[in-house]
């Protein structure tokens, strides 16, 4: 059985080791009161830096502020004024522009009225023209109708007449034997031969003193002339051959042919002869004969 005694005795031979762990705490618990107070100052001592900071910053940032108030002020001025400049520019221009529309609008509407008058000045101008123009054209249709008139009258009269002189034209036999065209015995005739076309006339007028003189495709020479008698002599040359045509009569055909041009003769007639003169025509075929055939 424990008693009191025996549970006293195991303490009592335990109280050493309890003494130094009990100063072993309280040195501990010393060194580290010290520590935190040393912690304390130290955090004490950054705070005030800290705060003493943070009011240089409150003074330095009101300050900034108030410059940059100052600032603003400044430009908020300046934008006015320059706000101010611009409207005053603005309307000025808008001045200026509206001042050089009406210019401008005065000018094109003086212009207008001015060209209005210059069309209508020249309307009545073609207006006046255009009647005096119809009037005369009037008149120049009455004219022209009227010369139509005479022309038709004249063109009926030639024709009467040129009907009558080819139905005078005669044909008789030329000095080669063979039937002749119609022979015109003078300028009317032959004009009236001319307009009928049926062939090709050569007028020519012939002395003795020329040699020979090219009419047509031939040449012809005056040899002699008999104004008493009316009679002549001729020489022509037709395919590099010479013929003497002797003592011919006015009016006569004489007739030659030209081989190499016709299978139809050359007609040339004198219608008149004077001294040393001959006047007359040469009379050809229509159709002639080349290398190839017939030739008009």
Known sequence: MTTLSDEITPVKRNVPWLGVVLAAGLVGVGGFAAWQHSNLVNLQLELKQMSREVGSL?????????????????????????????????????????????????????????????????????????????????????????????????????????????????????????????????????????????RDYFEFTLTKQQKQQRIGDIMVQVKKTDPRRNKFTLELVADDKRVEKKDKTVNEPVQFYVVTKSRVPYELVINEVKKDTVIGYLSTPKVKLTAQGFQR
Do not use: F
């Not at 940059?68 to 002020?73: A, G, H, R």
């Not at 030329?174 to 002749?180: A, E, F, K, Q």
């Open 58 to 198: 409150r003074e330095s940032a009101t300050q900034s502020d108030r410059q940059m108030l100052e600032t603003l002020d400044v430009l908020r001025g300046e934008l006015d004024s320059t706000k101010k400049k611009n409207q005053e520019s603005v309307d000025s221009a808008r001045a200026a522009i509206r001042r050089q529309a009406d210019q401008i609008t005065a000018r094109l509407a003086k212009r207008q009225d001015e060209h209005s008058q210059k069309i209508a000045a020249e309307i009545d101008e073609i207006k006046t023209t255009s009647e005096q123009t119809k009037t005369a054209l009037s008149a120049k249709l009455t004219d022209v109708s009227t010369e139509v008139g005479t022309v038709k009258t004249d063109v009926a009269s030639t024709r009467t007449d040129l009907e009558r002189t080819i139905g005078e034209l005669r044909r008789t036999t030329g000095d080669l034997g063979v039937m002749s065209g119609l022979i015109a015995t003078n300028s009317r005739e032959l004009a009236a031969l001319k307009e009928l076309g049926q």
